[in-house]
């Protein structure tokens, strides 16, 4: 599911000579899935052609991990624990964060490459790699 987000609603620019048959979108869940179809053609302007779009895990799995380190981390229940929790800031050193890993590996059945682990800094960072090595062992 891809989304653009803005600070405070989900919104999406389009150059002036694109026509509505152009561009299609629905939304879903908050977030807004944009497909393109250009009836074959190569006439889209180069920043729609070199288009980034950025994927975020869904909101149960999120929510999963949060419940997770949280409870990794045996903090309180007063804790806010959200997607943008940064594991060093909810006080996790190097050991927690392997124990972190360890327990949503056992707890989603997937196996987390120790490069991958690495670059996990936030909630939404693990949610975001376990959807995609779910997604992965899936296909």
Do not use: W, Y
């Not at 561009?23 to 729609?48: C, D, E, H, Q, Y």
């Not at 060093?88 to 989603?108: P, Y």
Request: charged content about 25%.
């Amino acid at each position: 599911m891809a989304a653009f987000t803005g600070a405070s609603s989900t919104t999406l620019i389009s150059p002036p000579h694109l026509s509505r048959q152009c561009l299609a979108s629905t939304r879903i869940s908050g977030l807004k899935m944009v497909s393109f179809s250009n009836s074959g053609k190569s006439n889209l302007p180069v920043s729609f052609r070199r288009l980034q779009i950025s994927c975020a895990a869904k909101p149960e799995t999120v929510e999963k991990v949060c419940n997770i380190v949280k409870k990794q981390l045996a903090l309180k229940d007063d804790v806010s624990v959200a997607g943008d929790s940064k594991f060093a800031t909810l006080g996790a050193d190097s050991l927690d964060t392997v124990e972190i890993v360890m327990a949503l590996e056992e707890a989603f059945g997937i196996t987390v490459e120790e490069e991958s682990a690495q670059s996990i800094a936030t909630v939404q960072d693990a949610a975001d790699l376990i959807e995609k090595l779910c997604e992965k062992d899936s296909a």
